[in-house]
């Protein structure tokens, strides 16, 4: 197992345009999460699924941003009309115990511009 | 309100130096992790603890779990060039009654540099 993927690493935007992130888990973990990061600060929670049901969704993630996984398998999240505020890391991580730690993705660096 | 508090914010130490850094809620958690962060790549878990009063070695690193499972430290002997990075702690809350489901809440993290 290769761990975590996340695609792009890298996405440059135009503001109000739409971007998709991808996130592939480790196949054994049925916990997938979406967290941002921006500079200076921890990770903070976005969305939770557990198979492919998202069972909790942040304050944070305003009607702009939408996550899916369909089948149980890989994610998507994406954010429709970006604005600057956006600008962030998007990391993915996976588990099957969640409370012993997650896997992280290397994250999607996200620039509105 | 931030949940969990890391300190210190910044860290630079010449190689060779021990440290500690440490990481500490008003709430109690079921478990603790710590990971470290490069720039650009996202967080790679280090160590989960569990047990209050719990003491976990890690080559140099050595973490510990507060008895009341509300604080924990990581202390690092004889710090190398290669320990540079952020380091995060994570604490992780049962968010429903029954099943497994739980969420992690990070701290800001602890920016450490050792210097050659």
């Known amino acids: 197992d290769t761990g975590v993927s996340q695609d792009p690493r890298h996405k440059i935007t135009k503001r109000g345009q739409n971007v998709t992130f991808r996130c592939d888990p480790i196949?054994?973990?049925?916990?997938l999460y979406w967290y941002r990061q921006t500079l200076g600060q921890g990770p903070e929670f976005l969305t939770y699924?557990?198979?492919?049901?998202?069972?909790?969704k942040s304050r944070l993630l305003s009607d702009r941003f939408s996550a899916e996984r369909p089948k149980g398998s890989f994610s998507t999240l994406e954010i429709q009309r970006t604005e600057q505020g956006d600008s962030a890391m998007y990391l993915c991580?996976?588990?099957?115990?969640?409370?012993?730690?997650?896997?992280f993705g290397s994250g999607t660096r996200l620039t509105v511009v | 309100t931030q949940l969990l508090e890391q300190s210190p914010q910044f860290l630079s130490i010449q190689e060779g130096e021990n440290l500690t850094v440490y990481c500490n809620s008003s709430?109690?958690?079921?478990?603790l992790q710590w990971y470290r962060q490069e720039p650009g790549e996202g967080p790679v878990l280090l160590v989960t603890?569990?047990?209050?009063?719990e003491v976990k070695k890690l080559k140099r690193l050595t973490f510990q779990f507060g008895d009341a499972r509300k604080d924990s430290s990581l202390h690092i002997t004889a710090a190398q060039t290669g320990d540079t990075g952020l380091y995060l702690c994570?604490?992780?809350?049962?968010?429903?009654?029954?099943?497994?489901?739980?969420?992690?809440?990070f701290g800001k993290g602890t920016l450490l540099t050792v210097n050659p």
């Open positions: 603890v569990v047990t209050g009063g």
């Open positions: 994570a604490g992780a809350m049962m968010v429903r009654l029954g099943g497994s489901n739980y969420k992690l809440t």
């Open positions: 991580a996976s588990s099957w115990t969640p409370a012993y730690g997650y896997t």
């Open positions: 196949s054994e973990h049925n916990r």
């Open positions: 699924f557990q198979n492919e049901a998202q069972l909790e």
């Open positions: 709430s109690v958690f079921s478990s």
